[in-house]
């Protein structure tokens, strides 16, 4: 569980900083009501709720159902306002696609992946243990540091995955893989996973 709330905090952090461009700043103009207005308050509300949701995650050591409510609240609610061009045209509607992202992976490690993760740590994999894919504000500062940490995103020789096909399966590897491609492609952005893995297999079947 300690890579599952090192991801929640770490993901917390950079969507705060997003989270900045108030939705409340989508008012009455074009293509956008007063019930729009109205509606970009309740997201904000929605939106520091969803932080508090965060903390509640933490502190139950991982229980997810009331988080996963708390996002489909904020997807309907910000889905609401893609008709407001001042909404649609602010860092607010960023906001929301990485909230989505980050409900998404945080949704697949409680559930889908709870089981292989369960191994792992039964069989105290090292590996597991001590992943830590994502750097906090500080490192990303460290243009060394964030080269080493995406070369050995998944481990050095990439552990993870050989730890994962041998404990769980193949295809429990890819699902994990694949998710956090996603993840660094629509919300962390701190490597270029695809290509990075593309390039290694390129490597690998020379």
């Known amino acids: 569980m300690n890579i599952f709330l090192h991801f929640v905090l770490v993901g917390w952090m950079l969507i705060s900083s997003v989270n900045g461009a108030s939705v409340a700043s989508a008012l009455p103009g074009i293509n956008c009501s007063v019930a729009d207005g109205y509606s970009a308050l309740t997201c904000t509300l929605r939106l520091q709720d969803f932080g508090s949701k965060i903390r509640e995650l933490v502190d139950n050591d991982g229980e997810s159902d009331e988080f996963i409510k708390s996002c489909d609240a904020i ?19 960023r906001a929301g696609d990485m909230v989505k992202a980050y409900c998404d992976v945080v949704n697949y ?26 750097l906090d504000g500080s490192e990303l500062k460290d243009k060394k540091k964030m080269e080493e940490s995406c070369e050995n995103f998944f ?52």
Not at 169 to 186: A, G, M, T, V, Y
Not at 192 to 201: H, P, Q, T
Request: charged letters at 35%; one cysteine or more; hydrophobic letters at 25%.
């Open 155 to 206: 481990g050095k020789d990439e552990c993870l995955k050989n730890e994962i096909i041998e404990n769980c399966s193949q295809d429990e590897w890819e699902q994990l893989r694949d998710h956090f491609i996603q993840l660094d492609e629509n919300l962390m952005k701190q490597c270029n996973l695809k290509k990075m893995l593309e390039f290694k297999s390129s490597e690998y079947n020379v």
């Open 75 to 93: 997807d309907t609610c910000l889905n609401s306002l893609r008709n407001c061009k001042e909404y649609s045209e602010n860092l607010t509607i």
């Open 109 to 134: 490690l409680s559930h889908d992946f709870s089981s292989c993760g369960s191994k792992l740590e039964a069989n105290k994999s090292e590996c597991y243990e001590k992943w830590e894919p994502f």
